[in-house]
C-alpha cells in the first residue's frame, strides 16, 4: 500500500559518546566505559574478543536517513564495525595518556564479528572512526568531572 507506514529497526550493540541528557553520567555503557577507564573493570588481561560499536551521534543520523529516506525499511546493523578489544583499550590508551591497558591475551586474535553493512551503508551516512569516538567521549567524561585513569 502507498501509504502504508514503514518500519525502520537500527540493531546498534555498544553506543558510546557525549552524552545527550543534563546531569550525571547514566545508562548502560557510559558508566561501565567509566570502571574500565579507572581500571576497575576489564583490568587483568585483554580479553580476546571484539565488541561493536557506534557513536551515539551517528546512530542518531542513521535514524534521520531511514526517516528521510521513503525506500529504507527493514533492518539496519546500527554499528560502526567490530573492534577487537585490544584495538580498543590501545585507542583509549592512545587518547588518554594516563590509561594503561592490561596485558595482553596469550594466543592469536579472535576474528572479530563481520557484517554486511550494504543496507547500513545505502543510507549514506559517514561513520566516525573510532578514535574520533573515543576522544569525544574521554572529553565529555572529563568535562563531567569524572576521575578516569591514574597510573599507580
Same mark, same amino acid.
Given at each position: 500500500a502507498?501509504?502504508a507506514?514503514?518500519l525502520?529497526?537500527m540493531?546498534? +550493540?555498544?553506543?558510546?559518546?557525549?552524552?545527550?541528557?543534563?546531569?550525571?553520567?547514566?545508562? +548502560? &555503557?557510559?558508566?561501565?566505559?567509566?570502571r574500565?577507564?579507572?581500571?576497575?573493570a576489564?583490568?587483568?588481561t585483554i580479553p +580476546?574478543?571484539s565488541? &561493536?560499536?557506534? /557513536?551515539?551521534? #551517528?546512530?542518531?543520523?542513521?535514524?534521520?536517513?531511514?526517516?528521510?529516506?521513503?525506500?529504507?525499511?527493514?533492518?539496519?546493523?546500527?554499528v560502526?564495525?567490530?573492534?577487537?578489544?585490544?584495538?580498543?583499550l590501545?585507542?583509549?590508551?592512545?587518547?588518554?595518556?594516563?590509561?594503561?591497558k592490561?596485558?595482553?591475551f596469550?594466543?592469536v586474535?579472535?576474528?572479530?564479528?563481520?557484517? /554486511?553493512?550494504?543496507?547500513?551503508? &545505502?543510507?549514506?551516512?559517514?561513520?566516525?572512526?573510532?578514535?574520533?569516538?573515543?576522544? #569525544?567521549l574521554?572529553?565529555?567524561?572529563?568535562?563531567?568531572?569524572?576521575?578516569?585513569?591514574?597510573?599507580?
Amino acid at each position: 500500500a502507498k501509504d502504508a507506514p514503514r518500519l525502520c529497526i537500527m540493531n546498534p +550493540n555498544l553506543i558510546l559518546g557525549p552524552q545527550l541528557h543534563p546531569g550525571p553520567i547514566s545508562g +548502560n &555503557s557510559l558508566p561501565w566505559i567509566v570502571r574500565i577507564l579507572k581500571g576497575e573493570a576489564m583490568n587483568e588481561t585483554i580479553p +580476546n574478543d571484539s565488541m &561493536s560499536i557506534i /557513536d551515539v551521534r #551517528d546512530l542518531a543520523l542513521l535514524h534521520v536517513a531511514c526517516f528521510e529516506n521513503k525506500d529504507a525499511s527493514g533492518r539496519y546493523f546500527g554499528v560502526d564495525k567490530s573492534y577487537p578489544w585490544e584495538e580498543i583499550l590501545t585507542v583509549f590508551e592512545d587518547a588518554l595518556p594516563t590509561y594503561e591497558k592490561p596485558s595482553r591475551f596469550e594466543g592469536v586474535q579472535h576474528t572479530p564479528t563481520q557484517f /554486511d553493512f550494504t543496507r547500513r551503508n &545505502s543510507l549514506g551516512v559517514r561513520l566516525r572512526p573510532l578514535k574520533e569516538t573515543m576522544v #569525544d567521549l574521554i572529553a565529555f567524561l572529563q568535562s563531567k568531572g569524572v576521575a578516569i585513569a591514574e597510573r599507580p
